[in-house]
């Protein structure tokens, strides 16, 4: 149990992974606990599915410690509670949805009923389809519901909802949410920020293979609470950072967006300093401003 | 803690199920590892066979290795090649599935297309007049029915390592290669000398020369020594499949 009264399923302590010569998670430590979705949130190659790899058995960690259940992740104890859905694996296109969902069911021990697994996942007559034969979003719910199917204590989502239009993504969000609900960890990974925003209960925010923020979701947003102004200016980075209240100064092309604690009076000092300011908007910062912001300063220190 | 690992029996048995039914709606890979042996046979040992049925039932000893290394080798090398980069393994792996009943499930299903096509050859060799006592009968199968073991053992190795298309055309040159250098399809006292000497290294040699004896054909050298460089060859395959496992990441 942790302060929360939250049990522990899952838990990295300063793991560190090369992969091929290339250093891919650095020191990575994090909790993913019972009747919580915890999102593993970054751009790709930041280490998400590797960390996944190392939760799941898959990998060893060079340095530091994995623990799934209380136990190393390779054991097949461990692997028993899990359910998990990887990014991409490839299925017999030759057997039929329902033989699929009830072989995976037949791994663990107190598997759903079929039909139950069935309607969790979406897949309501599509049961004699042959998985060769499903649509890529078809085949996303498929794999969704062979990681369902064993009531998993913990269940590992890479990429979850990449190729589902947005009335299934809804769908799979209200049923992962609904697991969690039942006292599930769910661990998910994913690059977009609406998704860690609407379903999780914490964002661990990665980036190059280092944890760069770890909180609620409105905890992230208040830690760099404040406007974005974007606008196209003829004074260098310098100037615009050392204007009132700028947290960061980025360009891409001839436009600067500026992170600020008070977007009126940032703009206002801006307007003196440079009369001839031009496209010049200003907005609540968004979580991906957020994000980005952060990322820039975890770098910055480094 | 309560034990949360399902019932292993059941495990294999339904994996082994589900392996046999992929193969079944597979025809273009499992027709022409079955049919193939049948049709050399068929043709070689039986229609063209001018030498009585003596010689038949020397081929139908060689030809039954041969056809349990056409599953073993494509099941196993380039199964397991497209599984892997597919992503299926990975699946497999971090699922509760224990690692043993997926081989197991390719095995069954690789000893049941060998079994198929044996039946076949079978069949023919009683129709080419071969006649033989039922303890040679036994014997015969039993040595055909465990041919498939080095063989999928050394496809396995193979599959864990190599890319799908590059098992396939490793399976395709040993499938040859066994074949001919092991004295599946004619005596290798025909080959150059230096070829007779590399049927030693190859498991179907000394597999072919243990199925002759059981229907009382001496073999090249001691059975004994064939028997013993055939447990070397599957503990080494076996070696190096299990090495294969444990160190793919996928």
Redesign the interface.
């Known amino acids: 149990m942790d302060r929360n009264g939250m049990a522990v399923v899952a838990r990295l302590r300063g793991v560190t992974k090369t992969?091929g010569g290339r250093p891919v998670l650095n020191a990575i430590s994090l909790e993913v606990r019972a009747g919580e979705v915890t999102a593993l949130l970054g751009p790709n190659g930041a280490g998400k599915t590797t960390t996944v790899g190392v939760l799941?058995?898959?990998?060893a960690p060079d340095a530091g410690e994995a623990e799934l259940f209380g136990l190393d992740p390779g054991r097949?104890?461990a692997?028993?509670?899990?359910g998990?859905v990887?990014q991409?694996?490839?299925?017999?296109d030759?057997?039929t949805v329902r033989?699929l969902v009830s072989?995976?069911s037949?791994?663990?021990?107190r598997p759903r009923e079929i039909h139950e697994t069935m309607a969790l996942a979406g897949l309501e007559g599509l049961e004699k389809r042959r998985a060769g034969a499903l649509s890529g979003g078809q085949l996303r719910r498929l794999h969704y519901a062979?990681a369902i199917c064993?009531q998993p204590d913990l269940l590992?989502l890479d990429e979850p909802t990449t190729g589902l239009d947005h009335e299934a993504r809804r769908r799979l969000w209200s049923s992962v949410r609904a697991e969690a609900d039942a006292g599930t960890a769910v661990l998910l990974t994913t690059h977009y920020l609406e998704e860690a925003d609407a379903l999780a209960d914490r964002i661990i925010v990665i980036d190059d293979g280092r944890i760069v923020a770890d909180a609620t979701p409105s905890g992230i947003k208040a830690d760099v609470a404040g406007s974005t102004i974007r606008c196209r200016t003829m004074l260098p980075d310098p100037a615009l950072a050392a204007l009132p209240g700028v947290r960061s100064v980025r360009r891409s092309g001839g436009a600067a967006t500026l992170l600020v604690a008070d977007g009126a009076v940032a703009a206002r000092a801006l307007l003196g300093a440079d009369p001839s300011v031009s496209d010049l908007t200003i907005s609540a910062a968004s979580l991906e401003d957020a994000l980005g912001d952060l990322s820039a300063t975890i770098r910055k220190a480094a | 803690m309560e034990n949360a690992l399902a019932r292993p029996a059941g495990v294999f048995a339904r994996e082994s199920v589900a392996e046999l039914r992929k193969n079944l709606r597979l025809p273009q890979f499992a027709l022409p590892t079955i049919l193939t042996p049948a049709l050399f046979y068929g043709l070689f040992a039986v229609m063209l066979n001018k030498a009585g049925p003596g010689a038949a039932a020397y081929s139908l000893a060689t030809f039954g290795v041969f056809a349990a290394t056409g599953p073993a080798l494509f099941g196993f090398g380039a199964g397991v090649a497209v599984e892997r980069e597919n992503g299926l393994i990975e699946l497999k792996r971090v699922s509760p599935l224990p690692a043993g009943a997926y081989i197991c499930a390719k095995l069954v299903s690789a000893g049941a297309m060998a079994a198929l096509a044996l039946a076949m050859i079978y069949a023919l060799s009683l129709i080419g007049g071969v006649r033989l006592p039922p303890e040679q009968w036994a014997l015969l199968v039993i040595v055909h029915l465990l041919s498939v073991i080095p063989f999928a053992l050394l496809g396995f190795a193979i599959g864990m390592r190599v890319g799908a298309k590059g098992a396939i055309a490793a399976a395709n040159a040993l499938y040859l290669g066994f074949s001919i250098l092991g004295g599946l399809w004619m005596p290798i006292t025909i080959l150059p000398g230096w070829m007779q000497q590399a049927a030693w290294l190859t498991p179907s040699f000394h597999l072919g020369q243990i199925a002759l004896s059981t229907i009382g054909v001496p073999p090249q050298g001691s059975a004994p020594w064939h028997v013993a460089a055939l447990v070397f060859i599957t503990a080494a395959a076996a070696w190096l499949a299990l090495r294969g496992w444990r160190r793919s990441p996928a």
């Open positions: 992969l799941t058995g898959r990998f097949p104890a692997r028993a509670r899990i998990v990887l991409s694996a490839g299925l017999p030759v057997l033989e072989l995976h037949g791994y663990y021990r062979l064993g590992v």
